[in-house]
């Protein structure tokens, strides 16, 4: 439904596979899944509870090790084998999870966690009035003001400031791909809306790519240019937005379009009124 452009691929996942537990208690979470992802492409993960969405975001993010497979970043074998290379590759690749609140360290106030990103981005030896107007500018990028923020815990926010604040620290971290873990669950419509427009306002702007998780197949028809459907730790379906939902092949995706209102077809007028 997007009509940006998509650059080149630059993220390419192969043979992806991971395993919890062994034995009887042997759970193939994630089960040899190929993938890649282009510059400026918002892509949907789609998939019921325990279908390995999580743990796919896990893998790409380097928080888990995968039992089989590779991860080619920018051309290159991933390598992120020691905590400098890590802190590297997590300078291109950020995440925000459905809880907000298990972003932050909750004993630190809300500057240090804007200036923590400013360090990150290597703005450490900017003076304290440019740190200060890189902080006010992502803030207002959110509709929040930093002066009502500056001095406050976490916990001091309402979840809703807590997302946007999310945001503020992803325009500032410029990453290269943002994976959103069913971030807008938490929040009612109306932010969850908000909160949607800022993302791809941000994709417009940084050309940054997006993969949104979510079980939310019309959302997943509307935001997305690529939409990959999973079952099982397996990818069942793949494509455009309109060929993985409008046309799908999969019996699983043909079911589970089945389960919910159908607001991605368009609208009949020809009858009656
Ligand atoms: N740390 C873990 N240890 C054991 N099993 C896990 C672990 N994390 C996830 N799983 C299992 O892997 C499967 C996929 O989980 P997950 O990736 O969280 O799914 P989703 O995000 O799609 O709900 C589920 O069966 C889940 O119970
Ligand atoms: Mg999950």
Known sequence: MTRNKIGEAFLNAKGLTKEFGRGDK????????DFTFHRSEIISIVGESGSGKTTIAKMILGLLTPTRGEIDFEGKPRDISNQAKRKKYWQNIQAIFQDPFSTYNIFNKIDSVLLDCIRLQGGGNLSDNE?????????????????????????ELSGGQMQRLMIARIFMLKPKLLIADEPTSMIDACSRATILDMLLKLRDEINMTIVFITHDIGLAYYISDTVYIMEHGIIVERGTADEAILHPKSDYTKRLLGDVPKIYEPWDFSQGA
Not at 141 to 151: M, T, Y
């Open 26 to 33: 042997k759970t193939i979470a994630v089960n040899n899944v």
């Open 131 to 155: 740190k200060m107007e890189k902080m006010i500018e992502a803030c207002s990028f959110v509709n929040l003001k930093f002066a009502e923020l500056s001095n406050k815990y976490p916990f």
